[in-house]
DNA sequence: TATTTAATTAACCATCGTTCAATTAACTTG
DNA sequence: CAAGTTAATTGAACGATGGTTAATTAAATA
């Protein structure tokens, strides 16, 4: 009744995490259908099913991969050899450079908005917003408080979700988010 | 073969209007039907085709409304006898204010993202931007230059939006919203 | 009473998540 | 290399839900 496809390389739950995953950004949780992320993939929708158990899962595996990454962002900076206040800089320019670099994800981990995601996400972002605000309290010597280093996360956050939803790159903003970042350091110069 | 209401009070365009904005921006507009809607104003949902043409044009009705309440919202500060500085306070907070008492209106006008609805949008967001882009530099004398009043508006939208994430009112993070416009102001001070 | 207005409900067609029997490509074993 | 086995894929089918339309009818109005 059913031809199995001639393969040249079968589907594995990475290829299917990678094409979903731009196409969750774009469209949201909701709006995406399993059917459409297998025709992205010339494959029939129920092949899904046999890589994932169905789509909170597959989801899922892309939840947790975005937020390692994000981790790994801020300790390839945090290990350069470079002075607290132009680490200080670049740890706020990597927030923003990873959110707008990997849109899909940032989306997904601060953004998306849906009750059947929440219960996954549980407290992926707070690990991550922990390591980003630990990093700036010792970057800056201890002398910024934890309301600030909020402040700070909020200003940045408000710069990666504008341009998030404009559907802007890193590179088209980044003189901006220089300007952004530079603007934000001067306050904190007078706490 | 369906027997009307005894109506206590008529359907009105105002009434479906008032209903369907808070689900809109509970659900986001996709996942809200027009048979929710319905449901909640407990009418059948074929009632509600007959005040408006489709879902869309129900939601770009309220849509309208939402810009000119946030012009409201400005034009009031900006009438009342304050020094300048004082104003410049009142407009940073009055924006959060207004993004988290009308939540629904901010996630509608700044946060939304979909084809369909963006068409209808066009303009009114960078409408409602300059307003508040005029009123900043007015009050701040001219001294602040286009893309600081900018940074200024993006520090501010990620307040609202991470609140609007988190389902938060304006009560619960007043005195939250007061330290990250002194935040805000403490790096204009120094322009 | 005749007409208009405002509501109801059934029905149509599309899409979705998910399941599952059928099918076959690829691999294993003798 | 043949036969059997496993793994991967297909597509039909099920039950929900959705937007929209149209026939119908009750209430209000003239």
């Known amino acids: 009744m059913a031809p199995r496809k001639a393969v040249a390389q079968e589907l594995t739950r990475e290829a299917i ?35 994932f158990k169905n789509k909170a899962e597959l989801f899922y595996a892309i939840v947790k991969q975005d937020f390692s990454l994000l981790d790994d ?3 390839q900076i945090l290990s350069r050899q470079l002075e607290p206040s132009e680490k200080l800089r670049r740890v706020l320019l990597g927030f923003i450079e990873f959110g707008l670099t990997h849109r899909s994800h940032y989306e997904i981990m601060f953004l998306i908005r849906d009750k059947e995601i929440q219960e996954f996400v549980d407290d992926g972002p707070s690990h991550s917003y922990e390591k980003f605000a630990k990093a700036v309290q010792s970057l800056s010597k201890n002398r910024l408080g934890i309301q600030t280093i909020w402040s700070l996360f909020l200003a940045l956050h408000g710069f990666v979700t504008h341009y998030c939803r404009n559907q802007q790159s890193y590179e088209e903003v980044r003189s901006m988010a220089e300007y952004h970042v530079e603007f934000l350091l001067k306050g904190l110069l007078h706490e």
Chains 1, 2 share one sequence.
């Open 73 to 75: 962002t801020l300790d």
């Open 17 to 51: 995490i990678d094409a979903a995953r731009g196409l969750f950004q774009e469209k949201g949780y909701q709006n995406l259908s399993m059917r459409q992320i297998a025709q992205t993939l010339q494959y029939s929708h129920g092949a899904l099913y046999y890589h």
